[in-house]
Protein backbone atom coordinates (compact mmCIF):
# COMPACT_ATOMS: atom_id res chain seq x y z
CA UNK A 1 0.00 0.00 0.00
CA UNK A 2 1.22 3.48 -1.30
CA UNK A 3 -1.20 5.59 0.18
CA UNK A 4 -3.43 6.32 3.34
CA UNK A 5 -6.34 3.64 3.32
CA UNK A 6 -9.02 6.04 4.05
CA UNK A 7 -8.24 8.14 1.07
CA UNK A 8 -8.34 4.70 -1.27
CA UNK A 9 -11.54 4.16 0.28
CA UNK A 10 -13.34 7.66 0.08
CA UNK A 11 -11.45 7.60 -3.66
CA UNK A 12 -13.71 4.06 -4.81
CA UNK A 13 -16.83 5.23 -2.85
CA UNK A 14 -17.11 8.48 -4.57
CA UNK A 15 -16.09 7.03 -7.86
CA UNK A 16 -18.91 4.32 -7.49
CA UNK A 17 -21.58 6.67 -6.05
CA UNK A 18 -21.24 8.85 -8.87
CA UNK A 19 -21.46 6.25 -11.56
CA UNK A 20 -24.65 5.18 -9.91
CA UNK A 21 -26.72 8.02 -9.00
CA UNK A 22 -25.78 10.33 -12.26
CA UNK A 23 -28.01 8.10 -14.23
CA UNK A 24 -31.03 8.04 -11.61
CA UNK A 25 -30.88 12.00 -11.17
CA UNK A 26 -30.40 13.32 -14.56
CA UNK A 27 -32.63 11.11 -16.49
CA UNK A 28 -36.32 12.16 -14.52
CA UNK A 29 -38.32 11.50 -17.48
CA UNK A 30 -40.14 8.78 -19.54
CA UNK A 31 -37.69 7.73 -22.28
CA UNK A 32 -39.88 7.62 -25.53
CA UNK A 33 -37.63 7.11 -28.27
CA UNK A 34 -39.04 3.28 -28.73
CA UNK A 35 -35.69 1.64 -29.32
CA UNK A 36 -33.93 3.22 -26.37
CA UNK A 37 -36.83 2.21 -24.24
CA UNK A 38 -36.60 -1.48 -25.21
CA UNK A 39 -32.46 -1.58 -25.26
CA UNK A 40 -33.32 -0.52 -21.37
CA UNK A 41 -36.12 -3.18 -21.09
CA UNK A 42 -33.74 -5.80 -22.05
CA UNK A 43 -30.53 -4.67 -20.30
CA UNK A 44 -31.10 -6.15 -16.85
CA UNK A 45 -32.37 -9.71 -18.21
CA UNK A 46 -28.41 -10.29 -20.78
CA UNK A 47 -26.91 -8.52 -17.62
CA UNK A 48 -27.95 -11.47 -14.89
CA UNK A 49 -28.18 -13.77 -17.37
CA UNK A 50 -24.67 -13.31 -18.71
CA UNK A 51 -23.12 -13.09 -15.00
CA UNK A 52 -24.74 -15.67 -13.77
CA UNK A 53 -23.59 -18.04 -16.56
CA UNK A 54 -21.24 -19.66 -16.75
CA UNK A 55 -19.90 -17.79 -13.35
CA UNK A 56 -22.39 -20.26 -11.22
CA UNK A 57 -20.25 -23.39 -12.40
CA UNK A 58 -16.98 -22.53 -10.71
CA UNK A 59 -18.60 -20.70 -7.69
CA UNK A 60 -18.57 -23.80 -5.38
CA UNK A 61 -16.49 -26.65 -3.89
CA UNK A 62 -17.05 -28.70 -7.43
CA UNK A 63 -18.48 -28.39 -10.83
CA UNK A 64 -21.27 -31.09 -10.04
CA UNK A 65 -22.42 -29.49 -7.32
CA UNK A 66 -22.72 -26.36 -9.19
CA UNK A 67 -24.60 -27.99 -12.30
CA UNK A 68 -27.53 -29.27 -9.51
CA UNK A 69 -27.78 -26.04 -7.70
CA UNK A 70 -28.08 -24.29 -11.44
CA UNK A 71 -30.47 -27.09 -11.95
CA UNK A 72 -32.18 -26.56 -8.81
CA UNK A 73 -32.79 -23.06 -9.42
CA UNK A 74 -34.05 -23.09 -13.21
CA UNK A 75 -36.84 -25.30 -11.81
CA UNK A 76 -37.90 -23.64 -8.71
CA UNK A 77 -37.49 -20.39 -11.04
CA UNK A 78 -39.43 -21.84 -13.48
CA UNK A 79 -42.38 -22.68 -11.07
CA UNK A 80 -42.80 -18.93 -10.37
CA UNK A 81 -41.09 -19.34 -6.44
CA UNK A 82 -39.59 -16.24 -5.30
CA UNK A 83 -35.93 -14.90 -4.71
CA UNK A 84 -36.09 -16.09 -1.38
CA UNK A 85 -37.15 -20.01 -2.23
CA UNK A 86 -34.89 -20.32 -5.28
CA UNK A 87 -31.87 -19.00 -3.82
CA UNK A 88 -32.53 -21.39 -0.99
CA UNK A 89 -32.78 -24.11 -3.22
CA UNK A 90 -29.37 -23.70 -4.94
CA UNK A 91 -27.90 -23.56 -1.53
CA UNK A 92 -29.72 -26.87 -0.36
CA UNK A 93 -28.57 -28.07 -3.75
CA UNK A 94 -25.19 -27.62 -3.65
CA UNK A 95 -24.54 -28.26 -0.24
CA UNK A 96 -26.57 -32.09 -0.24
CA UNK A 97 -24.59 -32.64 -3.26
CA UNK A 98 -21.58 -31.86 -1.41
CA UNK A 99 -21.92 -33.95 1.39
CA UNK A 100 -22.86 -37.03 -1.25
CA UNK A 101 -19.69 -36.17 -3.81
CA UNK A 102 -16.73 -34.54 -1.64
CA UNK B 1 -54.03 -6.86 4.28
CA UNK B 2 -51.31 -6.03 1.94
CA UNK B 3 -47.79 -5.90 3.00
CA UNK B 4 -46.05 -3.01 3.11
CA UNK B 5 -43.28 -1.93 0.46
CA UNK B 6 -40.54 -1.59 3.00
CA UNK B 7 -41.72 -5.20 4.69
CA UNK B 8 -41.61 -6.80 1.35
CA UNK B 9 -38.26 -5.10 0.55
CA UNK B 10 -36.62 -7.04 3.48
CA UNK B 11 -37.69 -10.20 3.10
CA UNK B 12 -36.72 -10.07 -0.79
CA UNK B 13 -33.49 -8.22 1.07
CA UNK B 14 -32.88 -11.69 3.41
CA UNK B 15 -31.32 -13.88 0.34
CA UNK B 16 -29.27 -11.17 -1.32
CA UNK B 17 -28.09 -10.29 2.07
CA UNK B 18 -26.91 -14.39 3.08
CA UNK B 19 -25.29 -14.25 -0.58
CA UNK B 20 -23.25 -11.06 -0.03
CA UNK B 21 -22.37 -12.25 3.37
CA UNK B 22 -20.88 -15.30 1.62
CA UNK B 23 -19.31 -13.33 -0.91
CA UNK B 24 -18.24 -10.64 1.04
CA UNK B 25 -16.05 -13.05 3.29
CA UNK B 26 -13.72 -13.87 0.66
CA UNK B 27 -13.65 -10.42 -0.33
CA UNK B 28 -12.35 -9.69 3.17
CA UNK B 29 -9.54 -12.22 2.32
CA UNK B 30 -8.52 -9.85 -0.33
CA UNK B 31 -8.33 -6.62 1.51
CA UNK B 32 -6.25 -8.12 4.12
CA UNK B 33 -3.75 -9.59 1.88
CA UNK B 34 -4.41 -5.71 0.37
CA UNK B 35 -3.30 -4.78 4.06
CA UNK B 36 -6.40 -2.92 4.74
CA UNK B 37 -7.85 -3.53 8.69
CA UNK B 38 -11.26 -5.14 9.19
CA UNK B 39 -12.72 -1.80 10.02
CA UNK B 40 -11.37 0.03 7.09
CA UNK B 41 -12.32 -2.98 4.76
CA UNK B 42 -15.52 -2.90 6.37
CA UNK B 43 -16.02 0.67 5.84
CA UNK B 44 -15.08 0.53 1.74
CA UNK B 45 -18.16 -2.38 2.01
CA UNK B 46 -20.22 0.23 3.06
CA UNK B 47 -19.44 2.65 1.03
CA UNK B 48 -19.55 0.93 -2.17
CA UNK B 49 -21.15 -2.33 -1.98
CA UNK B 50 -19.63 -3.58 -5.54
CA UNK B 51 -18.01 -7.08 -5.67
CA UNK B 52 -15.67 -6.93 -8.72
CA UNK B 53 -14.82 -3.01 -8.22
CA UNK B 54 -13.65 -3.40 -4.45
CA UNK B 55 -11.79 -6.55 -5.41
CA UNK B 56 -9.96 -4.79 -8.32
CA UNK B 57 -9.27 -1.75 -6.31
CA UNK B 58 -7.88 -3.75 -3.17
CA UNK B 59 -5.74 -6.01 -5.49
CA UNK B 60 -4.46 -2.25 -6.91
CA UNK B 61 -3.55 -1.04 -3.39
CA UNK B 62 -1.97 -3.97 -2.33
CA UNK B 63 0.15 -3.73 -5.56
CA UNK B 64 0.68 -0.32 -4.45
CA UNK B 65 -0.97 1.76 -7.01
CA UNK B 66 -2.34 5.44 -6.88
CA UNK B 67 -5.36 7.16 -6.36
CA UNK B 68 -5.89 7.81 -10.11
CA UNK B 69 -5.33 4.70 -10.57
CA UNK B 70 -7.98 3.07 -7.84
CA UNK B 71 -10.40 5.74 -9.51
CA UNK B 72 -10.05 4.27 -12.42
CA UNK B 73 -10.31 0.66 -11.49
CA UNK B 74 -13.03 1.58 -9.56
CA UNK B 75 -14.90 3.15 -12.81
CA UNK B 76 -14.23 0.52 -15.45
CA UNK B 77 -15.33 -2.21 -12.97
CA UNK B 78 -18.32 -0.50 -11.90
CA UNK B 79 -19.57 0.39 -15.55
CA UNK B 80 -22.01 -1.80 -16.12
CA UNK B 81 -24.01 -0.23 -12.71
CA UNK B 82 -24.12 3.12 -14.91
CA UNK B 83 -26.09 1.03 -17.20
CA UNK B 84 -28.10 -0.67 -14.70
CA UNK B 85 -28.89 3.26 -13.39
CA UNK B 86 -29.78 4.20 -16.66
CA UNK B 87 -32.42 1.44 -16.89
CA UNK B 88 -33.46 1.91 -13.20
CA UNK B 89 -33.96 5.63 -14.07
CA UNK B 90 -37.16 4.70 -15.85
CA UNK B 91 -38.31 1.70 -13.54
CA UNK B 92 -38.63 5.25 -10.48
CA UNK B 93 -42.00 6.83 -10.82
CA UNK B 94 -41.15 10.21 -12.68
CA UNK B 95 -41.91 12.15 -9.90
CA UNK B 96 -39.53 10.48 -7.74
CA UNK B 97 -37.87 13.32 -5.65
CA UNK B 98 -33.86 14.07 -6.26
CA UNK B 99 -33.43 13.17 -2.49
CA UNK B 100 -35.06 9.53 -2.70
CA UNK B 101 -33.11 9.23 -6.47
CA UNK B 102 -30.23 10.00 -4.09
CA UNK B 103 -30.74 7.70 -1.73
CA UNK B 104 -31.45 4.33 -4.02
CA UNK B 105 -28.60 5.26 -6.33
CA UNK B 106 -26.55 4.65 -3.29
CA UNK B 107 -26.90 1.23 -3.39
CA UNK B 108 -27.44 0.39 -7.28
CA UNK B 109 -25.71 -3.64 -7.14
CA UNK B 110 -26.57 -6.42 -9.65
CA UNK B 111 -28.46 -8.32 -6.96
CA UNK B 112 -30.44 -5.43 -5.33
CA UNK B 113 -30.92 -4.38 -8.95
CA UNK B 114 -32.20 -7.62 -9.69
CA UNK B 115 -35.12 -7.28 -7.28
CA UNK B 116 -35.92 -3.89 -8.29
CA UNK B 117 -36.91 -4.85 -11.87
CA UNK B 118 -38.67 -8.18 -10.38
CA UNK B 119 -41.33 -5.23 -8.87
CA UNK B 120 -44.06 -5.32 -11.14
CA UNK B 121 -44.67 -1.18 -11.87
CA UNK B 122 -43.05 1.72 -10.52
CA UNK B 123 -40.11 0.84 -7.89
CA UNK B 124 -41.31 1.74 -4.35
CA UNK B 125 -38.64 3.95 -2.96
CA UNK B 126 -39.71 2.18 0.47
CA UNK B 127 -39.14 -1.61 -0.96
CA UNK B 128 -35.82 -0.11 -2.00
CA UNK B 129 -34.98 1.25 1.66
CA UNK B 130 -36.02 -2.57 3.07
CA UNK B 131 -33.73 -4.06 0.41
CA UNK B 132 -30.79 -1.89 1.31
CA UNK B 133 -31.63 -2.20 5.04
CA UNK B 134 -31.24 -5.34 4.91
CA UNK B 135 -28.55 -5.82 2.09
CA UNK B 136 -26.19 -3.75 2.87
CA UNK B 137 -24.93 -5.11 6.55
CA UNK B 138 -24.68 -8.57 5.15
CA UNK B 139 -22.08 -7.27 2.77
CA UNK B 140 -20.08 -4.96 5.06
CA UNK B 141 -19.90 -7.42 8.00
CA UNK B 142 -19.18 -10.81 5.78
CA UNK B 143 -16.51 -8.42 5.13
CA UNK B 144 -15.60 -7.02 8.42
CA UNK B 145 -15.33 -11.53 9.24
CA UNK B 146 -13.05 -12.32 5.80
CA UNK B 147 -10.47 -9.92 7.47
CA UNK B 148 -10.57 -10.66 10.89
CA UNK B 149 -11.59 -14.72 10.49
CA UNK B 150 -9.53 -15.15 7.15
CA UNK B 151 -10.28 -19.09 6.08
CA UNK B 152 -11.64 -20.34 8.92
CA UNK B 153 -15.46 -20.53 8.07
CA UNK B 154 -16.33 -24.24 6.69
CA UNK B 155 -15.60 -24.49 3.09
CA UNK B 156 -19.08 -26.36 2.39
CA UNK B 157 -21.19 -23.54 4.06
CA UNK B 158 -19.15 -20.81 2.04
CA UNK B 159 -19.92 -22.63 -1.36
CA UNK B 160 -23.54 -23.41 -0.41
CA UNK B 161 -23.79 -19.55 0.42
CA UNK B 162 -22.21 -18.53 -2.58
CA UNK B 163 -24.80 -19.87 -5.15
CA UNK B 164 -27.53 -17.91 -3.58
CA UNK B 165 -27.02 -14.81 -5.62
CA UNK B 166 -26.81 -16.65 -9.08
CA UNK B 167 -30.23 -18.44 -7.49
CA UNK B 168 -31.92 -15.20 -7.08
CA UNK B 169 -30.61 -13.56 -10.82
CA UNK B 170 -32.24 -16.80 -12.24
CA UNK B 171 -35.64 -16.28 -10.14
CA UNK B 172 -35.50 -12.83 -11.27
CA UNK B 173 -35.24 -13.13 -15.03
CA UNK B 174 -36.64 -16.57 -15.62
CA UNK B 175 -40.26 -16.16 -14.57
CA UNK B 176 -40.85 -13.61 -17.22
CA UNK B 177 -39.25 -15.57 -20.37
CA UNK B 178 -41.88 -18.52 -19.37
CA UNK B 179 -44.13 -15.99 -20.88
CA UNK B 180 -41.92 -14.19 -23.25
CA UNK B 181 -39.84 -16.76 -26.15
CA UNK B 182 -38.26 -13.57 -27.55
CA UNK B 183 -36.76 -13.08 -23.63
CA UNK B 184 -36.37 -16.68 -23.44
CA UNK B 185 -34.28 -16.65 -26.23
CA UNK B 186 -32.26 -13.83 -25.54
CA UNK B 187 -31.58 -15.11 -21.92
CA UNK B 188 -30.24 -18.79 -23.49
CA UNK B 189 -28.38 -16.63 -26.15
CA UNK B 190 -26.81 -14.24 -23.61
CA UNK B 191 -25.33 -17.19 -21.16
CA UNK B 192 -24.26 -19.34 -24.53
CA UNK B 193 -22.28 -16.02 -25.87
CA UNK B 194 -21.13 -15.33 -21.96
CA UNK B 195 -20.15 -19.10 -21.89
CA UNK B 196 -17.82 -18.92 -25.18
CA UNK B 197 -16.32 -15.53 -24.34
CA UNK B 198 -15.30 -16.33 -20.92
CA UNK B 199 -14.10 -19.80 -22.20
CA UNK B 200 -12.45 -19.37 -25.28
CA UNK B 201 -8.77 -18.50 -25.49
CA UNK B 202 -9.05 -16.25 -27.87
CA UNK B 203 -11.12 -13.49 -25.48
CA UNK B 204 -9.36 -14.16 -22.83
CA UNK B 205 -8.17 -10.57 -22.49
CA UNK B 206 -11.57 -9.63 -21.63
CA UNK B 207 -12.12 -9.06 -18.00
CA UNK B 208 -15.65 -10.30 -16.37
CA UNK B 209 -16.58 -6.17 -16.01
CA UNK B 210 -15.68 -5.75 -19.66
CA UNK B 211 -17.54 -8.99 -21.27
CA UNK B 212 -20.70 -7.91 -19.01
CA UNK B 213 -20.66 -4.58 -20.44
CA UNK B 214 -20.19 -5.74 -24.25
CA UNK B 215 -22.76 -8.24 -23.79
CA UNK B 216 -25.32 -6.65 -22.13
CA UNK B 217 -24.75 -3.47 -24.70
CA UNK B 218 -24.34 -5.92 -27.74
CA UNK B 219 -27.00 -7.67 -26.76
CA UNK B 220 -29.71 -5.74 -25.39
CA UNK B 221 -29.39 -3.51 -28.73
CA UNK B 222 -29.93 -6.43 -30.87
CA UNK B 223 -33.21 -7.23 -28.89
CA UNK B 224 -34.66 -3.76 -28.94
CA UNK B 225 -33.71 -3.98 -33.17
CA UNK B 226 -35.34 -6.77 -33.78
CA UNK B 227 -37.87 -6.75 -31.33
CA UNK B 228 -39.34 -3.14 -30.47
CA UNK B 229 -41.04 -3.31 -26.81
CA UNK B 230 -44.08 -1.50 -27.40
CA UNK B 231 -46.66 -2.15 -25.06
CA UNK B 232 -46.64 0.13 -21.55
CA UNK B 233 -45.31 -2.95 -19.43
CA UNK B 234 -42.01 -2.64 -20.36
CA UNK B 235 -39.71 -1.19 -18.06
Known sequence: ?102 | MKESPFLRGIRDGVPISLGYFAVAVSLGIAARSAGLTAFQAALASLLNNASAGEFAAFTLIGAGAGYFEVALMTLVANARYLLMSCALSQKLDAATPLLQRLVIGFDVTDEIFGAYIAQPGALEPHYAYGVILIALPGWALGTYLGVAMGSALPARLVSALSVALYGMFLAVIVPPARRSRVLAGLIVLSMALSALLSLAPAFAFLSTGARVILLTVALSALAAWRFPVREENAA
Open chain 1, 1 to 102: MSGNPYVYILVMAAVSYLIRTLPLTLIRRRIENVFLRSFLYYVPYVTLAVMTFPAILTATGSVWSAWLGFAAALVCAWRGLGLLPVACAACAAVFLSELALL
